[in-house]
């Protein structure tokens, strides 16, 4: 083997040993990261406001990403057991977008919200005080190798997408 040849198996094999053992910090395109679980729990609070109630967060199902420009994307479960089974239903996450997003191709705003993965392959944002604010279609993803209650994945054609298990909006800055 020439040394030119040992040199391109030498980094096509580190390259390879990077993107497989590197922690969860992903960097997509544009310099947009994905935040790994620890740095999002660091920026969320243990509790939130919503309807008229503190409810607790669920930081360990906590997702976000950091845009090349410092702004932050950040999502996380919480736990409802305190509120009406119809605002349950459709409140499962605290939802933080620091500048203006798509999701699932409708603008949304900087600000606060409620989303909820409903019946009917729907996901609806909310304001804080439950008045929906939009709905738009999930997509299942039957490949997703383990499945995690909330997670923020890179999207194949652009952006990210949030996943409530399989299921699975796309967001673009």
């Not at 089974?85 to 499962?92: E, L, M, P, T």
Request: no cysteine.
């Amino acid at each position: 083997m020439s040394l030119k040849a040992i040199w391109k198996f030498a980094v096509v094999g580190a390259l390879a040993v990077a993107f497989t053992t590197s922690p969860l910090r992903i960097t997509a395109q544009g310099g947009d990261t994905i935040l790994k679980p620890a740095e999002t729990q660091k920026l969320l609070p243990a509790s939130v406001y919503y309807k008229g109630q503190s409810a607790p967060t669920q930081l360990r199902n906590s997702s976000g990403v950091k845009f090349s420009d410092g702004s932050y994307l950040l999502a996380t479960m919480v736990d409802t057991s305190g509120y009406s089974s119809d605002v349950a239903a459709k409140y499962q996450a605290y939802f933080i977008t620091e500048d203006a997003i798509k999701v699932g191709g409708k603008s949304l705003p900087a600000g606060i919200y409620g989303l909820g993965f409903i019946s009917g392959n729907k996901v609806v944002v909310t304001d804080v005080g439950g008045h929906d604010l939009l709905s738009v279609g999930s997509s299942t993803d039957d490949g997703l190798k383990r499945p995690m209650p909330l997670q923020m994945m890179a999207d194949p054609s652009g952006g990210f997408r949030l996943y409530a298990g399989r299921k699975y909006i796309q967001i673009k800055k």
